[in-house]
C-alpha cells in the first residue's frame, strides 16, 4: 500500500484537498463536506489514507480503506 496521503485542510476561503508528494495544485472546496467527499472518493480509487484536519490545522480524523470514513475519531 503506498504511504502517501490526502489531506482535507483549512483553505483562505473554504476548504482544500492536498495530495502529499504530488506536485499537483489543491483542489478548493467551499464547504468541508465536499471536501471530505472529493478526499474520500480519491483515496478510496487510489488506496491511500484521508486525513481530515481542524481549522487550526491539527488532525481530528484519519482514515484508511479499512476503516469507515466517519469511524476513527481522535
Known amino acids: 500500500m503506498s504511504t502517501r496521503i490526502i489531506s482535507?485542510?483549512?483553505a483562505e476561503h473554504g476548504w482544500a484537498l492536498e495530495i502529499e508528494s504530488l506536485a499537483e495544485?489543491?483542489?478548493?472546496?467551499?464547504?468541508l463536506?465536499?471536501?471530505?467527499a472529493a478526499g474520500w472518493n480519491r483515496a478510496k480509487r487510489e488506496n491511500v489514507e484521508l486525513h481530515i484536519h481542524r481549522q487550526d490545522g491539527t488532525v481530528r480524523?484519519?482514515?484508511?480503506l479499512a476503516d469507515d470514513p466517519l469511524g476513527v475519531k481522535e
Open 8 to 10: 482535507v485542510v483549512p
Open 33 to 36: 463536506e465536499a471536501a471530505i
Open 25 to 31: 495544485k489543491p483542489q478548493r472546496f467551499s464547504s
Open 61 to 64: 480524523l484519519r482514515s484508511g
